[in-house]
């Protein structure tokens, strides 16, 4: 028997084929064709899997379900209210999918935390029943498996960590309404901007300048490393605030582990050691804690949590 | 059938004998007498089960288990390295209980946890399956519930919110060891420091003057309902964090209700608007996101969420 993850983006849909034991059999993508509120993707992503199935000689009862993660909030009932990226508007795209393909069970999440989920199936946190994870990307995304199971929140907005709100001086605002998200500093976009910052406020010789406006998260990331001073400020600055809420999270949730993901967890365990610190410092009453770790499984983490979504009991 | 709730204090041991409906039988209390590492307690809490029980002419047999609440942090497999107020280290308590009750099944957990599971069953927040209860008191406790159960955490810290870092001036140190505890500002302790603060910081005019350094958390919500400036100062500051760690728990778990508990919780109304007036500030991703609303079953919160978890799988 088999099971299929589906990670639904703006740009690209990614699907993978999985054994039930965690195996990828076969990975691939299709474009993002948006159009009539998802009903065109939905059609495209529906053949391309059954074009699939029938190139690989495997038959739709062999398929115990499909898992689909998408980019905006998913209701306890499988309803989105809104996917900003995809054009998706009030809409049940589990139960539309079903129905395209001979009502396979499929399973709806958040992208970022059926992530999270696919981490703690095969990728940095397998073994682990309890997982947070960060993706730091152009956003903050946020997933949260406890006891294997991903929350997803009454309301949509489990493990929204990206916008936990960490600076009061923030003046700008984020794309949620809030000022002072976490995103709004430690994402790479955010990571670009505060240096642009620091720059702008400081003469201070610094080989960050050499880039100027065009500047990026993994810049700013060898510049620290390299051991530019303003760029470890930068870095100070970014992981005291993921360090602030990750202790959040620990003393809501006390996972195992935190999974960092996402473009910018390619610094490595610099980036890590360095949130550890202030997370220690955030969190003094005790130290058996969840430690923060690296993501494994990169952009495939999406397929390999729907996959998993698939096999579970709602 | 009935289960037996025990909600474990440093003063006093609260017991009800509850049917397996979620009705009190009968509700009792026993002094906490210390020594030996517990077992003098645990042996008192056994004979008076046993009394009971006796009394009510109700076999052995027909008790389902029992559920018992601890104030400290409890581990996975039901270790307890330390409750302070009990002087108890390293032990076992259910399995120690269960010992001297001819084995019948005891489940322990944190009693800011259990109280959770208590308004979640018979409470506030009946109904719902997903809770986050805040007990405003000598500290804060904090307690979650998730699909009806509650979350302990990998480490015993599930609902410490109490520990969250709200405040980066802070120059006392918490019990925790940390600075700018949630608990340092907005327990009844907290509030009153607060107030103490903000007299001697101020020549203002002020109704809480007269309390002098004996002010209590109570009389400076009472002045704050009267219109008293300064005492209104400290209650925004003490609901502004509220709100704010709240927003961190909607964005992490994402409840149905956030229920406020607690002797703080008795100034009402004047307390939940507040708080959500800060939450809602912090919160702007969505409107569509727990209510905070005010505990129902007061003390007896522990005792039903004990004699609730005595008859959950764990």
């Known amino acids: 028997m088999y099971c299929i993850g589906i990670d639904v983006g703006g740009t690209t849909v990614k699907l993978g084929l999985f054994t039930e034991k965690g195996e990828l059999k076969k990975k691939w993508e299709i ?11 939905l ?15 495997i038959p739709e009862k062999d398929i115990t379900g499909i898992g689909m993660g998408v980019p905006g909030p998913v209701q306890p009932d499988g309803f989105v209210e809104v996917c900003v990226n995809l054009h998706w508007k009030d809409k049940y795209p ?33 073994g682990y029943s309890d997982v947070v994870l960060l993706t730091l990307g152009t956003g903050i995304g946020g997933g949260i498996v406890i006891n294997g199971k991903i929350i997803n929140g009454r309301h949509g907005l489990g493990g929204e960590i990206g916008h936990i709100h960490v600076r009061d001086s923030e003046k700008e605002y984020c794309n949620c309404g809030g000022q002072g998200c976490l ?18 406020a400081n003469d201070t010789d610094t080989s960050m300048r050499k880039f100027g406006n065009a500047i990026t998260a993994k810049d700013v990331c060898d510049c620290a490393k390299a051991g530019d001073d303003l760029a470890n400020r930068v870095m100070e600055t970014v992981c005291r605030y993921l360090g602030l809420a990750i202790s959040h999270a620990a003393l809501i949730v006390d996972p195992d582990v935190f999974v960092i993901g996402g473009g910018v967890s390619k610094a490595g365990t610099f980036l890590t050691d360095m949130i550890t610190r202030y997370y220690d410092y955030y969190t003094p009453i005790s130290k058996h804690r969840g430690k923060v770790i690296l993501a494994k499984l990169g952009n495939d983490a999406g397929i390999y949590g729907c996959a998993r979504l698939a096999l579970q009991e709602m």
Chains 1, 2 share one sequence.
């Open 31 to 41: 474009k993002s064709r948006l159009g009539e509120n998802g009903k065109v993707m």
């Open 183 to 200: 995103e709004q500093i430690s994402s790479a976009t955010g990571i670009a901007r505060e240096a642009r910052r620091i720059m702008e």
């Open 94 to 126: 589990a139960k539309e999918l079903s129905g395209l393909l001979d009502n396979i069970p499929v399973k709806l999440s958040n992208d970022a935390n059926v992530a999270a989920l696919g981490e703690t199936w095969q990728g940095a946190a397998k």
């Open 43 to 57: 059609e495209d992503i529906a053949s391309s899997v059954r074009d699939t199935l029938k190139a690989e000689n």
